[in-house]
């Protein structure tokens, strides 16, 4: 079933048709469900670029801790964990998962937790420095983090797998949602460390100011997520899937013959974020230097990635190809990023400057924008509709899986 293009009937009179004829497609109005799907999409990545985006912040207090190398292997664990085990219960028909709006709703309070921990650690531990209360707040921080991953994994999994339901627009929506969301925090990171002193207090006052605006970002989202489901148009696809799942064949007991049918696409997102995560953010703020930005420099790096993620993903609006094979093609090709980005290090001298580091972090970020994207769009595509949650649920699991493993290969750079 082609649920990208909905029944066109000449007038209003296509609603006097007998029952057995399914209502015809509601008008998304004002582009309501669009802009709540791009929204929801930034919010679940809100609170991971909040934290990596904090880099300077975080080493000025804890500076011998490899900060986000460690955040992202914390992170990204936490987050796979919760996606493997919603992919076993949707095996189940025993135990039905709880809706859409439920698993949302958890997992959106758990972001609000993980984002107000730092500026409250800090009014805490503020002026009473040790050793001992050093580490009990990292601790407290990489605990957060993780529950960020875990709610992450709630999040991502559930909205990406209820939207490979719907057209692919509203896909498209959430993956941009997903690049704004690394842009609006690096924004509000510059904003904010520029607009204060550049001294120990206005670096806490910023961050605090900081974590308190992501936090309201992730409200917002709470209220999106349960206004969602009252609009028409999506009641109108949820009806399609239950009309449509009465039709067919059990999915409980076809799990991995569903994953099978799409098995190129789902290697190609895990190659994507294995690459992009080895060099984003960990080797962006840890391996490079510059005399010129200083502690600016991985903030600049960072921000760059993102703008250039928001602008592959936006393309997604303007051309995806109908075919999977050449996205999986140059998912394949990006191994070419490893030696590029080797040569910043240990290559020719023009290559340790800013501007090659800068052009190439901008390429990674618009490749795995516009791929993640593409890809994320074909695959519902690929089967019937009942079984479209499930193919976004293995997807977003083998995207983490990708983001574990890139996460984890970005500790090679300090060999």
Known sequence: ????????????????????????????????????????????????????TAVDYFQYLYPKKHINKVFSVGYMSAAVAVLFTLMCWSRSSKVKLPSVRTRMNIGQGLFVLALMVAPVTDWIM???????????????????????????????????????????????????GN????????????????????????????????????SLIVLLCIICTNVLDKLPVIRYYRKQKHISSTQHVSLSSNFWQVVKKIRWLVIAVFIVYVISLTIFPGYLSENVESARFTDWYPIILITTFNVGDFLGKCLTAIYVPKGSRVAVWCCMGRVLFYPLFMGCIHGPKWMHSEAPVMVLTLLLGVSNGYLTSVLMILAPK??????????????????????????????LWNI
């Open 382 to 411: 690929l089967v019937p509709i009942e079984e479209a949650e499930v193919v976004g649920i293995a997807m977003e699991t083998f995207l983490v899986i990708g983001l574990v493993v890139g996460s984890a290969f970005g500790w």
């Open 126 to 176: 503020h002026g009473r420095k040790s050793r001992t209360g050093d580490n009990v707040a990292f601790v407290v921080l990489v605990s957060m983090v993780m529950i960020s991953g875990l709610a992450d994994g709630l999040c991502g999994g559930s909205l990406v797998g209820a939207t490979g339901e719907l057209p692919g627009r509203y896909m498209q929506a959430v993956f941009a």
């Open 1 to 52: 079933m082609d649920v990208d293009q909905p029944k066109k009937e000449p007038d209003q009179t296509s609603y006097e048709h007998d029952h057995d004829k399914v209502d015809e497609e509601p008008r998304d109005k004002y582009q309501i469900a669009y802009m709540i799907h791009f929204l929801l999409g930034a919010g679940y990545l809100v609170p991971w670029n909040a934290f990596i």
């Open 179 to 214: 690049a704004t969301a690394g842009l609006m925090v690096s924004i509000l990171r510059v904003v904010t460390k520029a607009s204060l002193p550049h001294t120990q207090k206005g670096l806490r006052a910023s961050t605090q100011i900081y974590f308190v605006f992501s």
